[in-house]
């Protein structure tokens, strides 16, 4: 694709081969076992640790190199080029990572960062409920202050990393009377009494991650491990959810570009009425649409990825990069899985595999119907119109 990616210098290229390279040899040919088995070893963890794939915008103080966030986004994108979507660590590194490093105590984080950055804590997010998903206020997880601990008791569920996590960055109701207003979110290290990991949930799609539920029956967790102030997690959360669907159209984007790329590669080879594939008309002004519009948001992705590294990116701005890039990888599979006829149909084709794991794309991190109510509500209340 013809675009010039200035944000990335020599030095994040550097990082970018030597991290395609291990993909390729750690983790390529061991992930149809990975999905198998439905989970990922700690050890590719710890390997991808020493490698400073883990949280590599962690500060040298807590056990990173200090790198920008540009470090990550080579990650991301080298794992989506690679059709890896069984280790879980953008959620270890986008999600967990950053709520720690911006409200953990000094203890806390110089407890846990540094394991987190070499692969010996595994973290998780536990905000999903049975009845309550993307409207996170409506969790009824209970916190209960108790001396120098808090209670939680409650459930948790599709929880990526559920199975290896060692720290879950846990949404609980404080103040069960506030609505928003009343949550916290509370550092668990597990395992611990109380706590126990249900089943390893069975999905359509990214079968070699670990989902999970987790159940907590009075689980007792000192008042040092929650993430600043008391019943302020609901406002903290939205200061980050920009992040994880920054990190989602990252993902995104790259799957559609490969995806085309997979789709003329197999056409040009693929005989059929005495030509190929690729001889069709309809085959190229498919993938010519499909081209053009990836193209174009492939300039938004990278303009907003500008945008984080400034400090800039509004959560409106997330909203709409994550919706119409998911929106657009999903219908990139969908149309370039076409041209493969049946093979497409086949798991052993990456084409197949990306079609299956892309429709979680349009829930996680935000359902689509959640994004376009916060683009409506800024359409509608700013004076710039």
């Known amino acids: 694709m013809p675009i010039t990616r200035s944000l990335f ?82 959620v270890h590194s986008e999600m967990c990572a950053p709520y720690l490093l911006a409200w953990g105590s000094e203890a806390l984080k110089q407890k846990i960062l540094p394991k987190m950055v070499t692969g ?100 007792r967790v000192p008042v040092g491990n929650r993430l600043g102030e008391e019943n302020r997690g609901f406002s903290m959360m939205m200061t980050k959810l920009a992040q994880e669907r920054l990190t989602q159209a990252v993902r995104s984007i790259v799957v559609a570009e490969q995806a085309i790329k997979w789709t003329v590669e197999y056409t040009k080879e693929r005989k059929a009425f005495g030509g190929t594939i690729a001889d069709f008309q309809n085959t190229q002004f498919v993938l010519a649409g499909l081209d053009a519009e990836t193209t174009g948001l492939r300039v938004f992705v990278d303009w907003c990825i500008g945008e984080f590294i400034k400090g800039e990116l509004s959560s409106t701005d997330a909203a709409k990069v994550k919706l119409l890039v998911t929106d657009l990888h999903c219908k990139v599979v969908d149309q370039c899985l076409q041209f493969f006829g049946g093979y497409g149909y086949m798991s052993e084709y990456p084409i197949a595999r990306a079609y299956i794991d892309a429709r979680i794309t349009r829930i996680a991190g935000g359902a689509a119907e959640v994004m376009k109510q916060i683009i409506s509500r800024d359409l509608f209340t700013r004076n710039d119109l």
């Open 9 to 90: 210098s020599p030095e994040h290229e550097q990082f970018r081969h030597s991290i395609r390279r291990f993909i390729e040899v750690e983790m390529v040919p061991h992930h149809a076992q990975w999905e198998e088995d439905k989970i990922v070893p700690r050890e590719i963890w710890l390997k991808a640790g020493e490698m400073g794939m883990l949280c590599p915008n962690i500060p040298e103080e807590y056990g990173g190199f200090g790198g920008d966030w540009l470090y990550n986004v080579v990650v991301i994108e080298e794992l989506a080029r690679a059709g890896m979507t069984g280790p879980g660590f953008m």
């Open 120 to 219: 010996e804590i595994i973290g998780a997010i536990g905000m999903t409920e049975p009845s309550a998903g993307s409207d996170a206020k409506e969790i009824k997880m209970r916190a209960v202050r108790d001396g120098d601990t808090y209670v939680l008791t409650g459930q948790k569920v599709y929880i990526s990393n559920g199975q290896n996590a060692d720290v879950v960055m846990t949404c609980c109701k404080t103040d069960p009377d506030a609505g928003a207003r009343g949550v916290s979110l509370i550092v668990a290290e597990v395992p611990c009494e109380g706590f126990t990991r249900g089943r390893n949930l069975d999905k359509i799609g990214l079968k070699a991650q670990d989902t999970s539920e987790l159940f907590y029956d009075n689980v």
